[in-house]
């Protein structure tokens, strides 16, 4: 049981490059996060999904997108990436109504992007 | 959601308990207390939840006041490890049409000293 995993760990993009993050988990919840953290900031939500093939915005969607065309999996995508989107982003996973339910969300470790 | 005041840091010595106040005076009655915690560079982890009543678990007490409007986590014996930045966080609880919203704010720094 791995729990919230991120890929990749560390990226650098110059500024107008595109690219995707991956975040998995294997503990069959139903909604799924993505958050990010500047310097000295607590989180912020970008976008959020309460199920497969579902997606909705959060506190700071502009210039991401996101699909969940999997339960386990939920893609953050930069289209053209700019310096303002240099940041550490969290995954997170919660809630399973089947087997128990769980209120707390589960983070994943992280990916630190810089955008020059 | 509940916006939440925490004090900014706090100090505790390794074996001693930590008391970690947050301020809700607008909670609404439908809404959690919970409280994670951020380890350097980490992400958050979530260490416990209540409604009105106290809690316990493995890893720390959460006391509510009986308004309902304050709460202090207790971590009953610190120890190193346990420095952290401490998240309070009011929310209403995810399923039904709650996504189980977290708002994070600056959170507590807590330095554990040996």
């Known amino acids: 049981n791995a729990g919230v995993t991120q890929t990749p760990k560390f990226r650098v993009l110059k500024t107008g490059q595109s690219m995707t993050l991956l975040c998995a988990q294997d503990?069959?919840?139903?909604?799924m996060y993505w958050y990010r953290q500047d310097p000295g900031m607590g989180l912020r939500l970008i976008h959020y999904?309460?199920?497969?093939?579902?997606?909705a915005k959060g506190e700071v969607p502009d210039g991401y997108n996101v699909s969940r065309l999997k339960k386990q999996n939920f893609l953050l995508g930069l289209e053209s990436a700019a310096p303002s989107q240099t940041s550490v982003y969290f995954c997170?996973?919660?809630?399973?109504?089947?087997?128990?339910?769980?209120?707390?969300?589960?983070f994943g470790p992280g990916t630190r992007l810089t955008v020059t | 959601d509940a916006k939440t005041t925490q004090p900014t840091s706090m100090d505790c010595a390794e074996g001693r308990a930590a008391n970690l106040p947050c301020n809700h005076s607008?909670?609404?009655?439908?809404?959690?207390v919970y409280w994670y915690r951020q380890i350097h560079s980490q992400g958050p982890q979530y260490i416990i939840h209540?409604?009105?009543n106290n809690e316990t678990n493995e890893m720390a007490s959460l006391i509510i006041t009986e308004d309902r409007k304050s709460s202090t986590l207790i971590l009953p014996h610190a120890t190193l490890r346990d420095t952290a930045v401490y998240y309070c966080?009011?929310?209403?609880?995810?399923?039904?049409?709650?996504?189980?919203?977290?708002?994070f704010g600056q959170g507590t720094i807590l330095t554990v000293h040996p």
């Open positions: 997170a996973s919660s809630y399973t109504a089947r087997d128990r339910l769980t209120y707390e969300q589960y």
């Open positions: 503990m069959n919840h139903e909604y």
């Open positions: 999904s309460v199920g497969e093939g579902t997606t």
């Open positions: 607008t909670i609404s009655g439908n809404e959690y």
């Open positions: 209540g409604l009105k």
């Open positions: 966080i009011v929310s209403v609880r995810a399923g039904g049409t709650s996504y189980g919203k977290l708002t």
